[in-house]
């Protein structure tokens, strides 16, 4: 799925890295514990999270994820973007809350055994 479907399914508006909106995203995880997120071992993965640190792209970076998306109507700080920014990964927001945003990625194909077609 390309990180603009998921921006469309979420009604979620882009921070940065808007140029990355066609890259391809396999897999989901949705979590507000960055120690999950870090057992979580899955590549070109969208992070929807309702916490908003710095730790939370550093995570990302580290796990290899290309998108975040913040729930609950979140807004990171400018230093949490320019992080981001730095390690391009595409940063959204959305006011739906993280249960529902999961659903409808996952209803909509995005689940979290997608086996990749580029490997």
């Keep these: 799925m390309k990180i603009s479907t998921v921006k469309e399914l979420l009604g979620a508006e882009v921070l940065c890295c808007e140029e990355e909106l066609d890259r391809q995203v396999y897999s989901a995880c949705g979590c507000d514990m960055m120690s999950d997120v870090l ?3 899955k590549d070109q993965a969208v992070l929807l999270t309702g916490l ?8 990302a970076e580290m796990m290899d994820m290309v998108c975040i998306v913040f729930v ?3 807004q990171p700080t400018e230093a949490i973007l320019t992080l981001a920014r730095n390690a391009g990964i595409v940063v ?5 809350r993280m249960y529902e945003a999961c659903g409808r990625l996952y209803y909509n194909g995005l689940q979290k ?3 990749r077609k580029d490997v």
């Design 92 to 96: 959204m927001a959305t006011d739906m």
């Design 72 to 74: 609950r109507s979140k």
């Design 39 to 41: 057992a979580y071992v």
């Design 113 to 115: 055994d997608e086996v």
């Design 52 to 59: 908003v640190n710095p730790q939370v792209v550093r995570t």
